[in-house]
């Protein structure tokens, strides 16, 4: 700090700014400014104020930012999202009270004076001077609302923020120009309800309408005298005078208000004593924001259409162009969330899995023919204490998923078969389907090189006594797993991967699936929402349609509102009708008497498949009906238990396979959530059984449903779908089958295991 030289005199840095400060401000007082705004504003000053003249008059006031509503598909409230959690509001709804107290406690003689208070200024500028710093202020309301611009705009950008509240003569002098541009622009009513919409009262509370919520649970309109005055007391020092923490300061503080506002008469001196001697009366309400405090345990849901709208152009051509957006807030997000799905998924997940089981389970429902992601939820809760994670494990790694995702293991198989269709294949397909044989080769690709099992693997089924020939109808039901093999050998990859091209059925990670014959049984990770998705197209006769979450989006920008455009589900056909109607017969079978027999619905039409991976680290259960798909994923994220003389919400299993327990998470789920609802029939098709007397050498006891989920234990090598590590990507990977990373499979870059960014 510069000092006074010997003598009393001032330093050459102290007699500067008095210099600057007293010449510059004398202009500009000279020209007009402290006249009150019917004054005289536009007189000309000479000399010294052409400087104050050439300064910026144009201030920028940045929309505020408000808190975001995301809303259900029936228009409930699911969550409150905010940077800054504001609400704006007109003078109208704020309590005459609350209007005198802060003009009372900062700024007496607001409705008198012009942009500035010329005493106040040069009493403050003469001390200013002397100390050779800015120790006093004498900012009227006018320019604390100018200041708190420059807060706004700064966001949470630190720098920034240091320089809009950075106490400099330079500072002042600019606040004080743009403060006579507001005063000519807006008047006095406009100035005093910006500046109560924009200050920070504490406790999260930005704006007059979240303080009086936050601390009262009420709106602003209703706040009595002695509300007011401790909220206008708050302004000063939220912290200092924050009532929830130090309520006896917050009071003392409160009582100066009511005597200001006696002072000044707003209101009787009598009537200050009796507020005075009123408790503070708090009834606070937490701050609720953000995804992790939603409502019908859709915080997962919440968090993915967050991700949603970061990551679509249409809300903003760069993600910082969209995370402004979302930032500024004062959005109402209407959803495709319907709350009868997701309570019916939610239950069917508590009901089945526990939150401290050592394995985790995870649903998504889509619509057919729409693409609304209806319900979303896992049995890890949002959070992050022990199990809980902050890793949707519905939904890619890009928005909030896994690192990969999760191998699907036999729910890859109608994509094989509905390729093979494609092709011209006929539903009565049949092949050799031994027990056990090598992958075959050569087996053609897009790229024109044709796949060679270089290392001689071999594929088996889960049963010995599952031994061919087998038709397609036969083989799905069974999931045979030699079946699919030689469909592939066949028909060649390049199908394949046109069929799961046009479902968008994508690696968890986001990348294509390897042209390896190992995919065909599921040897890659992908997420539910994925799967359901894939599905839905079987569902919808052969369209597939991409996944939505967003109905509507309103955004108000100060008191105004507008609507904004949404991303639109983009359907297309993925296969003919004819082809997806043959799966929905075979995938019928798969429910009827089945692997999935356990998963069937009794009431309605339905489909689906069971899948189990190797080392029975993954069960899936992928079905749907006409109107409604599901995916159901069990098993651990960081793919390091096997599922083998487990309990699961409270139930032993010796082994876990896609029939168990995601077959009946997927029936209770999908029966509370269709409960009601129409119940409309496939377009079945007419497929031949095959001939009964022919023999297979393979168990037909139907006491037994043929289920060869529940066979003999594995050995590690070869579970539901038997398939081999290394085949998928030519090498064993680092711990996982096929070349399927082992250890941690989430997202690392956040604070250890299970953070990401």
Known sequence: MPKKRSGGGLSPTQQAAKFLGVSVLAGAVLAGIALPAVGALGLAAKGSVEGFDALPANLKTPPLSQRTTILDAEGGTIATVYSRDRTVVDLKDISPYMQKAIVAIEDSRFYEHGAIDLKGVLRALNKNARSGEVSEGASTLTQQYVKNVFVEEAGDDPTKVAQATQQTIGRKIQELKLAIQVEEELGKKKILENYLNITFFGQQAYGVEAASQRYFSKHAKDLNVQEAALLAGIVQSPSRYDPVNDEAEATKRRNVVLNRMAQVGYISTAEAEKAKKAPLGLKVSKPKNGCITAVKNASFFCDYVREVFLSDKVFGKTRKDRAKVWNQGGLTIRTTLDPQAQASVQQSLKDHVNQSDSVAAASTLVEPGTGKVLAMGQTKPYGYGKNETEINYSVDHGMGGSNYGFPTGSTFKPFVAAAALEEGRPATQEYSSPYEMPYPEPVQTCSGKPWMNTAGEKVPNESESEVGPYRLKEAMALSVNTYFVQMVADIGLCPVMKMTDALHVVQGSGDKLPEVPAVSLGSKGVAPLTM?????????????????????????????????????????????????????????????????????????????????????????????????????????????????????????????????????????AMTGALAGKDSPSFNLVNIPDEDKDKDKNKDKDKDKDKDRDKEKPDDGNNGDDGFIGGLTDGGTGDGGPGGFPGGNLIQGPGNGPGGRR
């Not at 979450?549 to 004819?578: F, H, W, Y």
């Not at 799966?583 to 189990?612: C, E, I, P």
Request: aromatic share 8%; charged share 20%; with cysteine.
């Open 532 to 668: 359901a998705s894939a599905y839905a197209a079987f569902a919808s006769r052969g369209m597939y349609c991409t996944p939505i979450v967003i109905e509507s989006i309103t955004q108000k920008i100060g008191n105004k509102q507008k609507s904004l455009d949404v991303p639109k589900s983009t359907c297309s056909r993925a296969m003919s009708e004819k082809t997806a109607d043959t799966v929905n017969t075979l995938l019928q079978g798969v429910v009827d008497s089945g692997t999935g027999k356990a998963a069937g619905l009794t009431d309605r039409a339905n489909a689906g498949k069971t899948g189990t991976t190797d080392e029975r680290k993954n069960a899936w259960f992928v079905g749907y009906t006409p109107n409604l798909s599901g995916a159901v994923w069990v098993g651990s994220a960081s793919q390091q238990v096997q599922m083998k003389n487990i309990t699961i919400g409270g139930q032993y299993h010796d082994l876990v396979f896609g029939g168990a327990v995601p077959g009946p998470i997927w029936k209770d």
